[in-house]
């Protein structure tokens, strides 16, 4: 059954560092743009990170640039997101996401996409 796989959460404290990833399985991750999405408890979902299906243009929202960089493997059908200096707003479960027909993320429009497969997130706690 196709799938996405995030891991890598996990509990850190203020100024550290993670980095997440999003595994596909059943099918091949090298035509579909990934974004990273995360919910905090009480907060609507956030569109945090994409990448295109080659690679070559990402976006990022506000709140995770210059901290955040998104990057895909695409031999390992594997996504990444290494996220550093991390602080307690960053507290959330991480969701990635596929969607196999815009081929970009065309700015930030990707947040809009209808997606193709969803993983089941992975919890990140920043605490001290």
């Known amino acids: 059954q196709p799938q996405l796989v995030e891991s890598g959460g996990g509990s850190v404290q203020p100024g550290g560092s993670l980095r997440l990833s999003c595994a596909a399985s059943?099918?091949?991750?090298?035509?579909?743009?990934i974004g990273w999405f995360r919910q905090a408890p009480g907060k609507e979902r956030e569109g945090i990170s994409c990448i295109s299906s080659h690679g070559r243009s990402t976006n990022y929202a506000g709140s995770v640039s210059g901290r955040f960089t998104i990057s895909r493997d695409n031999a390992k059908n594997t996504v990444y997101l290494r996220m550093n200096s991390l602080k307690p707003e960053d507290t959330a479960i991480y969701y990635c996401a596929g969607n196999a027909r815009e081929g970009d993320c065309w700015g930030n429009r990707w947040i809009h996409y209808v997606m193709d497969y969803w993983g089941n997130g992975t919890l990140v706690t920043v605490s001290s």
């Open positions: 059943g099918f091949t991750l090298d035509s579909y743009v």
